[in-house]
Every structure is written in C-alpha cells, then in structure tokens.
C-alpha cells in the first residue's frame, strides 16, 4: 500500500545560491489543501543543480523529521491510522513501550518512503516488477490474516510465518539500490517483531487477551482491502 498524499515542489529564486527549497504537501485528508515547507540545503562544491534529486532529499529531510501523530495524519488515512494505533496498542503490551513506539515508526516511515521513491520515479522497470509482486503477496497476507482469526481452526503458524518471510524477501529487493543498512536493518526488525511466534499464538488465540484490538484491527484490514488499498 502506497501512501495516499500528492507531493510537489518548486524551487525559489534564490535557490542556484542558496538552495531554498518549498514543499507542497496534498492531501485529500488535510483540513487545508496545502502545508508548505522551507528548507535551505547546503549544495556540494562543484555540483551541478539537480531539481529532482533535489525534491527526493527534501522529502527524505521531511520524513525523518516526522515524529508526532500529527505529522503522521498528513500520508496515512484514518483507516490505515486505526490499524497502526491498535497495532501499536498490543505491542506495547508484548514488549516495552519505547519498542512497541519504534516498530511502528519503523513501519510508517517504511511507507511513506516507499512511496516518496514510487512517485519520484526512483525504480526501474525491475524494482516495478518487484513492488507489484511485494503488493500482491501482501495483500494476500492480509487475507491470510484476517481468515485466519475470523474462521475457526484455520491458524497456520507455519503458513503465515513463511508469507512473511516471502514479504520481507520481496521488500528488501525492492529497496536493495535506494536504502542504507540502516533502513535494510529496520526493515529486517519489522518483519522478525511480527513473525514471532509467541505473538501469532496470542494474537489468534480465540477470544485471546487482543480480541479487542483485533477485532477493530481485522475489520480496518476488510475494509482498506475492499476500497483496494491493501
């Protein structure tokens, strides 16, 4: 799923001296039509200006310096914020707090450069290839998902621990080219937090302490999988 936000940028008149940067952030989601952003980047000596590359920096700048739920409202719809919300919810309850808060940062930020690398036409027809099949083996995860808690005795620990692996092996060749180690290592600690386990024994537990969470979570799931943005 790729986030639902239109980015556009221009550069000010000022910017072949001291690269002022604006970014223009819409969103169908946003009370305001436009927020904008301002940066002064600091050019290399000797390097020529690249506008786009240019945006693509800024817009990585901007992710990195996302911290508050508000910030998040600005990519992620509702749907896709109750997911994340109730998510977070039950890490917090598996594992410490400050981990739980790291995931899903790791996740939300995983997304969003996705899809900033996506629109900025970043991948080549290869890394197309491999985001179209990363989108289908996730959405048939999803499904997998959410069969597996609202039908009886159809948990597959096995199952569902091998689809994530497939994702998290189709994901870390989609952004192989485009990402630090760091970002690769995030990746890696996303899917390892959700393919323990010890929690897919709790969370498809029937009537299981997260019964809650999931069923809100599940019901969010059908319903972005519905309007085809899962």
Partial sequence: M?????????????AEQGHFFMLQIESQWLKQKT?????????????????????????????GKMS??????????DTTGRVLD???????DYMPKKDADKIVKYV????IKIGLMYRQDQFNAEELKLAEAFK????SLSMTVVSFYTVDFTYDKNFLSHSLEECRE???????????????SRANIIFETFNDQALMDILF???????????????????LMDEGNL
């Avoid at 939300?108 to 997304?111: D, E, N, P, R, T």
């Avoid at 302490?209 to 599940?218: A, G, L, Q």
């Fill in 170 to 184: 189709l994901l870390q060749q989609l952004i192989r080219r485009h990402s630090t180690e760091k970002t690769k």
């Fill in 68 to 77: 508050t739920k508000k910030s998040v409202k600005l990519f992620i719809d």
């Fill in 136 to 139: 289908q083996k996730f959405h």
């Fill in 205 to 223: 537990t029937p009537d299981g302490k997260y019964k809650e969470y999931m069923d809100k979570i599940t019901t969010d799931m059908n319903t």
């Fill in 86 to 92: 109730n998510t977070c919810k039950i890490l917090k």
């Fill in 35 to 63: 927020v904008l952003y301002m940066y002064k980047l600091a050019s290399e000596p000797g390097a020529g200006f690249d506008s786009k590359g240019l945006g693509l920096r800024v817009q990585k700048k901007l992710l």
């Fill in 2 to 14: 790729l986030p639902r936000v239109l980015i556009k940028y221009h550069v000010s008149e000022q």
């Fill in 108 to 111: 939300i930020k995983m997304v």
